[in-house]
């Protein structure tokens, strides 16, 4: 069965750093083909793909906000941590990490298993 | 690739059909489309990749279909449970794995 689960503050000041974790059990991240996305959707409005870790540690972020985001792996505790620096008012969301099961060397890169989210409101 | 989804809501009433329509600003490779439905309150859950292919444990009447740059999600008949917030999602250039703005399906 898999599961994952975000943990986090659910209040952060303006310009401080946002560190997110999500634990997730029922695979591995040292399998291969398998990775895990961060996605955060503000209040009312559409979902924001952030970042995804693959199995071999290989890393992608959103582009416009590269600069502020670190996402990496602990595989032997079977977690994912996202920080964010800087942040803003306009970051308030619920985000989201999300399984992908790649089939490599098919790239599906679709989220099958999702947390049930994190809210996470930035305000002084 | 920008994601468009139409319509931003569409009002229909349980047992009717209603058709979701994604359009991308390019062709999405491999047709490496999926869709997700999300409730108040709750994480999306994928429906359908692939374009066409349901995901695990999903109804029948939830199909989807398209190709190339034009994508489009069917409910064959509206259960209750359906009215939610669809968003499609495109992997066939990726990084990024960008979303389309949704479109809620309400009860009329």
């Known amino acids: 069965q898999v599961t994952l689960m975000e943990s986090g503050p659910a209040l952060v000041k303006p310009t401080q750093t946002l560190t997110l974790t999500c634990t997730f059990s029922?695979?591995?991240?040292?399998?291969?083909?398998?990775?895990v996305t961060w996605i955060r959707q503000p209040p009312g409005k559409a979902l924001e793909w952030l970042a995804r870790?693959?199995?071999?540690?290989?890393?992608h972020y959103n582009t416009s906000l590269t600069a502020r985001l670190t996402i990496s792996k602990d595989t032997s505790k079977n977690q994912v941590v996202l920080t964010m620096t800087n942040m803003d008012p306009v970051d308030t969301a619920t985000y989201y990490c999300a399984r992908i099961s790649s089939g490599w060397p098919q790239r599906e890169y679709y989220f099958d298993y999702w947390g049930q989210g994190t809210l996470v409101t930035v305000s002084s | 690739i920008l994601l468009t989804q139409s319509p931003g809501t569409l009002s229909l009433s349980p047992g009717q059909r209603a058709t979701l329509s994604c359009r991308a600003s390019q062709r999405v490779s491999s047709n490496y489309l999926a869709w997700y439905q999300q409730k108040p309150g709750q994480a999306p859950r994928l429906l359908i990749y692939g374009a066409s292919s349901r995901a695990t444990g999903i109804p029948d009447r939830f199909s989807g279909s398209g190709s190339g740059t034009d994508f489009t999600l069917t409910i064959s008949r509206l259960e209750p449970e359906d009215f939610a917030v669809y968003y499609c999602q495109q992997y066939g250039s990726s990084p990024p794995e960008t979303f389309g703005g949704g479109t809620k399906v309400e009860i009329k």
């Open positions: 029922g695979f591995s991240l040292s399998t291969t083909g398998m990775c």
């Open positions: 870790i693959d199995w071999d540690d290989d890393k």
